[in-house]
């Protein structure tokens, strides 16, 4: 092969030079998703929710456990911002502590689901036949029990605490991933450009973790960050029925729980834990949609 | 039409036997022995020896799982840990009231999230949709036994509209179905406005246009039907969200249905009541989930041409 | 027999994109007389889809816009008509069968009903009537009318566009628009939906604009021609003088393009370059980049409308006098 | 050209791919044969579903044959265990249809069309990016395209870049899968004329796929007529327009519509759609449409059989006593 073959066909190209700078698709959705202020709204919060949740300490007016029993559920004031619970406890520094752990649950419970359910998925879709057969019977089976009664189920057999919670909120949303995941692989492993990739030799492995799996992100993305909502949602909800975090480790659903009891003397004990699930979960709900449309190919025409 | 529901009916049997095998398993390697929590923390060992015998509870795991499957299909769940009563008594006692919830609830949500949907993308990006859209992005992000006991405060303890529990009137059933509904119509919202604005792309959408028929007519005749196919399948699974968010209304409302037994139940480590709602409830939704795709069938003329 | 039945000025039609805006169709003038068939040619992006949405006034908007020109039909300007006015037009007057007959078609109705409906809309007919007419229709198309209860997904693609047609024709419109009717189908099944068109046309006399990419389509079925290139007519002609004696440099080199199935031609001359970005037009004529015999005026000016003889017109410099002709 | 005197770089014998379907079996391809030799362009023309595809896919092993031979220079690869296979992608490669598809989105060019360099381990980091360069300016690819992403570009030079990475191992064998039917007229032409250059100089030998006939009969020195799973017609481009034996052939050049005013020919114009690869007719796989059908079509398949030098015609109106054997 030479490379006198350059005058063999003028060179296309040339005389429309590419005046755009040349992105990648991952560039190109990030360029979109700045674009969503919505998205960006839930971005910002998201990252001030983090923060606070790392700095809790430096944050936090009061430390989460100090009790002052001469102010028993007082209403928001300057000393409390937003007031003490049942406990005398200061209820801005619960929250800020609490996202520590909100946060935590979301983020591990979804990992947990995601890897198991992820890679289950990715290989019943890749490899089909009999492995499918068996993987996604069970995940019908999974699937066939509601989600949060089946964390239910674990955390009353298991005990609670965070790493149960985790646990059983990430067991119980395994079949929603394994299916996303599967999908997904499956729309592209039939693309040509995965053939192609075998027709020049590569291998399974390469196949896999080189053209499928990026390729394959942008539902499991969305569906992750709008996971971890729902995994929050979920924790809160075991820790309002008295099965998830044990005190005295603030956590939002169990905070309300507890609030619940004064709903008519002290509203605002059961009212502020449940405003702070809210607005985290709205942020990434935000987020979630956002990605959506930022890695939906058809929004580009 | 009836090979595909009957295949459908056979396929529910290995999934419910895959779930009461799952179910067990979780329950079987609980801490604690049932035969304890019978007879209380203070009875002789003997005697609770001689219970674990009877009861069956030295038997190896599958000889046990065995008799669990076989007297579950003659309808015996096992008797109470706290009532000694039959479990499965106990629980068909509470199910009509969770029916009742979870049946408003989707009433509540799809009345509430079809239409707006569908008005949110015939007028996409109009004051209505941007303002539905907020919405329904809060109804979503609510935790729901957050929003009941806002309910709570506000209807029946400020405005003393509604009682803030019980069970037996319509006048009970508004806070609950709507405190278990509002995210399932919120999701039914955003899910109707999003499968609209999909078909109302294609284009058979545009062929119809190209006929002269009038927009109301190109949306109701061609676009809804086509939309509302993914639409059923949500609502099939927002059934099953619905019954396992019952285990949270109820405990709020004071509802005397499954849920709440549960919730009772895990409270005095009652495993079989708790064992055999987890079973119940998830062959309704189970069959539920069924009635679903017989339907789906008869909106989508592709699924019935497959088994006809 | 020369009356004007459609009469297009001066149309421009863009499209908002996350890009720019995109000129689809610009400065784009068309007329087809009563009981002719104008084949409407170019390449992809070359606006000739748009500009058919634009008679039927189905442009979607958002994106895009008809922003200015007059489109004539029957002596009445329909960029004047009122919504409620224009659907009395469409599938009455004008009707439109589409290129892809897989999607084109509503899945979840009987392809019957698809027929009676547009029938029943502007025939003012009893249901009764109409479900005669759809069974007539589609006996007239070649499908049994025993399977006029069922739905799309039981029929071939090339059975589905039968059905376009038979739904374009239901009302006996005086335009047919066919958006690239046969390019979705395969050859000897395209042969029989050619057929079929060329047969009703002259049973019902209806005008037709039909547009496609396939020169060959056109040599067959149009009475004359249109070549688009770039949102914008190049040259029209009647058939016969444009396949003997193409003038504009692109109508030259689609030809140069064809491999041919009747001669043996061992090398190809195609048009060199691609296809310009729609946001980013080049000035003057559309084509001077790619043309073989550009000069520098071509990249300053638009060229105008001559006439080289009756009945066929070109866009370009060259027979402005402004260019001179290279030998190749 | 004296094909004739060189050797068959290919052999197909017996070529069958089956799929397994809710239908039933689906016979793709069903006891196809041929030889391409060294140098030739061999075009198999036909319409969707006739298996052609799933042919070019099976003498790569992209699909797996379900019976018979593929022997490439001598070997029989079809016999060849996974590493055999792998490095006879070397040899043998594939351009796809589908410009949109046939690049992972998330790669640039440059990585695109180092991939098989990296598969093979072959060139140091920076021959590797220098043989990139050398292989876009052979394809017709401005080099400031290297870092471009396939969605920045259009179908034309999407397809150059599918081009340049199935030449990027410098193959002897390369099968075009329908190459231009995705792209415009004018860009077609632009690649029909890339691929016949690159034949010249690098003195390739090609498998072309196409829908299109006179696309076929305009680069191919040989063309194969499949219908429903089998060929039913091979002979030279000359013939193929001048002398067309098997009904279908006739059929199939008589619907293609050709840009001339006074093109005047007779029409043939088949009745009905091609029926399902599952439920093929008995006999002869056009006797259900073929408007010469005989008694004896309709009872037993004909075989392919050679009725003048190198055209081979699979119809008993040519060759009246030619069955093909039980398979």
């Given at each position: 092969m030479k490379t006198e073959a350059d005058n063999m066909v003028a060179p296309t190209g040339e005389q429309a030079p590419n005046t755009r700078k040349s992105r990648s698709q991952w560039a190109e959705v990030w360029r979109r998703l700045r674009r969503n202020r919505m998205a960006m709204l839930g971005l910002v919060i998201i990252l001030i929710i983090f923060f606070t949740a790392i700095f809790a300490e430096v944050i936090a007016p009061y430390d989460y456990r100090t009790q002052n029993l001469m102010r028993v559920a007082d209403p928001p004031s300057r000393e409390h911002l937003l007031g003490t619970d049942d406990l005398g406890r200061d209820i801005l520094s619960r929250i800020i502590f609490g996202a520590r752990v909100s946060l935590q649950v979301g983020f591990v419970a979804v990992s947990i689901s995601l890897i198991v359910g992820g890679t289950l998925g990715a290989l019943a879709g890749y490899y089909g036949g009999n492995l499918d057969n068996v993987v996604m019977r069970f995940m019908d089976v999974l699937l066939a029990i509601p989600s949060i009664l089946l964390a239910i189920a674990i955390v009353s057999a298991f005990g609670g605490g965070l790493i149960n919670v985790m646990i059983a909120v990430g067991i119980a949303t395994i079949p929603v991933y394994a299916r996303i995941v599967k999908a997904s692989v499956i729309s592209i492993k039939e693309q040509e450009f995965v053939e192609a990739a075998r027709a020049v030799g590569a291998r399974d492995s390469r196949i896999i973790i080189k053209h499928i799996l990026p390729n394959s992100l942008a539902p499991i993305i969305v569906q992750g960050t709008l996971g971890v909502a729902i995994a929050i949602l979920s924790a809160a909800g075991l820790s309002f029925i008295g099965l998830g975090i044990e005190p005295p480790t603030p956590e939002w659903g169990a905070m309300l729980s507890s609030g619940r009891h004064l709903i008519r003397r002290a509203p605002h004990v059961a009212t502020f834990p449940g405003i702070a699930i809210m607005i985290t979960i709205f942020a990434l709900n935000l987020l979630g949609d956002g990605l959506r449309d930022a890695l939906d190919p058809r929004l580009k025409q | 039409m009836h090979k595909y529901i009957l295949r459908r009916l056979l396929l529910l049997i290995p999934v419910m036997f895959g779930v009461s095998f799952v179910v067990f398993t979780i329950m079987f390697f609980t801490p604690g022995d049932p035969a304890k929590i019978l007879l209380g923390e203070r009875a002789p060992e003997a005697e609770v020896q001689a219970l674990r015998t009877q009861m069956g509870l030295d038997d190896p795991y599958l000889v046990q799982f065995g008799r669990f499957i076989f007297n579950a299909l003659r309808g015996d769940l096992g008797r109470s840990l706290t009532t000694r009563r039959p479990a499965a008594q106990e629980l068909w006692a509470r199910f009509p009231a969770t029916l009742q919830l979870a049946a408003a609830g989707v009433l509540v949500a799809v009345l509430m999230g079809i239409p707006i949907g569908i008005i949110s993308a015939t007028k996409q990006y109009s004051l209505f949709d941007g303002f539905s859209m907020v919405l329904a992005l809060i109804g979503v992000s609510m935790p729901n036994f957050w929003q009941g006991i806002m309910m709570v405060l506000l209807f029946s303890i400020v405005l003393r509209w509604f009682p803030s529990s019980g069970y037996g009137t319509f006048r009970h059933l508004i806070m609950p179905a709507l405190t278990i509904g509002t995210s399932s119509a919120a999701t039914i919202t955003r899910m109707t406005r999003s499968s609209m604005l999909e078909v109302v792309r294609q284009d058979y959408i545009r062929t119809a246009r190209a006929k002269g028929l009038s927009e109301r007519v190109v949306i109701n005749r061609h676009a809804l039907k086509n939309a509302l196919i993914p639409i059923v399948t949500v609502i099939g699974l927002q059934f099953g969200y619905l019954l396992g968010g019952a285990v949270l209304t109820e405990t709020i409302f004071s509802w005397p249905g499954v849920g709440r037994l549960m919730v009772d139940a895990i409270r005095q480590r009652d495993y079989t009541v708790v064992q055999g709602g987890v079973l119940l409830l998830a062959l309704t939704f189970s069959i539920v989930n069924l009635l679903v795709d017989i339907l789906y069938a008869y909106i989508d003329p592709r699924i019935k041409a497959q088994y006809k | 027999m020369s009356e004007t039945l459609l009469d297009i000025r001066d149309l421009r039609v863009t499209y908002q994109t996350e890009e720019g805006l995109v000129l689809a169709v610009d400065n784009l003038n068309l007329t087809l007389k009563k009981g002719e068939t104008l084949g409407l040619v170019g390449e992809t992006g070359a606006g000739k889809t748009t500009t058919a949405l634009a008679v039927m006034q189905l442009v979607p908007n958002p994106p895009g816009t008809v922003e200015s020109g007059e489109i004539w039909f029957n002596g009445e300007n329909l960029l004047k008509k009122k919504n409620e006015e224009m659907r009395t037009v469409r599938g009455n007057q004008i009707s439109m069968i589409f290129q892809d007959p897989m999607t084109s078609l509503n899945p979840v109705l009987t392809v019957g009903f698809q027929i009676e409906e547009a029938v029943m809309l502007h025939q003012k007919l009893t249901s009764k009537q109409a479900e005669r007419q759809a069974r007539d229709m589609l006996k007239l198309v070649g499908i049994p009318e025993g399977r006029a209860g069922d739905y799309p997904h039981e029929f071939s693609g090339g059975m589905r566009q039968r059905v376009g047609i038979a739904i374009a024709l239901s009302c006996n419109p005086s335009l047919l628009i066919a958006d690239e009717p046969t390019t979705a189908l395969d050859v000897t099944i395209q042969a029989q939906v050619l057929d079929l068109m060329r047969r009703l046309r002259s049973e019902f006399g209806t005008s037709m604009i039909l547009i496609t990419h396939d020169l060959g389509v056109v040599a067959e079925v149009c009475d004359t021609v249109a070549i688009m290139y770039a949102g914008t007519v190049v040259e029209t002609s009647d058939t016969r003088r444009l396949f003997t004696e193409p003038r504009h440099p692109y109508t030259q080199g689609l030809f140069g393009s064809i491999p041919s199935l009747d001669e043996e031609v061992t090398r190809l001359s195609p048009i060199t370059g691609i296809m310009p970005d729609p946001t980013e037009l080049p000035s003057g004529c559309r084509f001077h980049p790619r043309c073989p015999m550009a000069a520098e005026i071509c990249s300053q000016r638009t060229p105008t409308m001559v006439p080289v003889e009756e009945g066929h017109n070109v866009h370009c410099m060259i027979y402005e006098g402004l260019v001179e002709a290279k030998k190749e | 050209m004296d094909q004739n005197t060189t050797t068959p770089l290919l052999e197909v014998r017996n070529l069958k791919k089956f799929f397994n379907t809710k239908q039933g079996?689906?016979?793709?391809?069903?006891?196809?044969?041929?030889?391409?030799?060294?140098?030739?362009?061999?075009?198999?023309?036909?319409?969707?579903?006739?298996?052609?595809?799933?042919?070019?896919?099976?003498?790569?092993?992209?699909?797996?044959?379900?019976?018979?031979?593929?022997?490439?220079?001598?070997?029989?690869?079809?016999?060849?265990?996974?590493?055999?296979?792998?490095?006879?992608?070397?040899?043998?490669?594939?351009?796809?249809?589908?410009?949109?598809?046939?690049?992972?989105?998330?790669?640039?060019?440059?990585?695109?069309?180092?991939?098989?360099?990296?598969?093979?381990?072959?060139?140091?980091?920076?021959?590797?990016?220098?043989?990139?360069?050398?292989?876009?300016?052979?394809?017709?690819?401005?080099?400031?395209?290297?870092?471009?992403?396939?969605?920045?570009?259009?179908?034309?030079?999407?397809?150059?870049?599918?081009?340049?990475?199935?030449?990027?191992?410098?193959?002897?064998?390369?099968?075009?899968?329908?190459?231009?039917?995705?792209?415009?007229?004018?860009?077609?032409?632009?690649?029909?004329?890339?691929?016949?250059?690159?034949?010249?100089?690098?003195?390739?030998?090609?498998?072309?796929?196409?829908?299109?006939?006179?696309?076929?009969?305009?680069?191919?020195?040989?063309?194969?007529?499949?219908?429903?799973?089998?060929?039913?017609?091979?002979?030279?481009?000359?013939?193929?327009?001048?002398?067309?034996?098997?009904?279908?052939?006739?059929?199939?050049?008589?619907?293609?519509?050709?840009?001339?005013?006074?093109?005047?020919?007779?029409?043939?114009?088949?009745?009905?759609?091609?029926?399902?690869?599952?439920?093929?007719?008995?006999?002869c796989i056009f006797s259900g449409r073929c408007p010469f059908v005989m008694d004896k079509c309709r009872e037993a398949p004909p075989a392919l059989t050679e009725t003048a030098d190198g055209h081979f015609v699979a119809c008993y109106l040519v060759n009246d006593t030619a069955e093909e054997p039980e398979s």
């Open positions: - | - | - | 079996l689906l016979k793709a391809v069903n006891n196809v044969s041929f030889e391409v030799k060294q140098g030739e362009t061999l075009g198999i023309v036909g319409e969707s579903g006739c298996g052609k595809s799933t042919t070019g896919r099976a003498i790569l092993r992209l699909v797996e044959p379900t019976a018979g031979e593929v022997i490439f220079e001598g070997e029989d690869i079809t016999a060849f265990r996974p590493d055999r296979v792998r490095a006879f992608r070397r040899d043998a490669q594939i351009i796809f249809q589908d410009p949109f598809a046939s690049l992972d989105p998330r790669m640039s060019i440059s990585e695109i069309i180092r991939e098989p360099f990296e598969i093979f381990k072959l060139y140091s980091r920076n021959e590797q990016l220098e043989r990139v360069q050398e292989l876009m300016k052979l394809v017709g690819l401005s080099t400031k395209l290297t870092n471009s992403f396939p969605h920045e570009l259009d179908g034309g030079r999407r397809q150059r870049v599918g081009v340049a990475r199935a030449l990027a191992l410098d193959p002897k064998f390369i099968v075009c899968d329908e190459p231009v039917s995705a792209l415009d007229v004018s860009i077609q032409a632009q690649i029909l004329n890339l691929i016949q250059d690159l034949q010249d100089r690098l003195k390739l030998t090609y498998v072309f796929i196409s829908h299109d006939l006179s696309v076929v009969r305009h680069i191919s020195d040989r063309v194969a007529v499949m219908y429903l799973g089998k060929i039913v017609e091979i002979t030279s481009y000359h013939n193929i327009f001048t002398n067309p034996q098997h009904p279908y052939t006739q059929a199939l050049l008589s619907a293609i519509p050709i840009p001339k005013v006074d093109a005047k020919r007779e029409r043939i114009i088949l009745e009905g759609d091609v029926p399902s690869p599952v439920n093929p007719p008995r006999g």
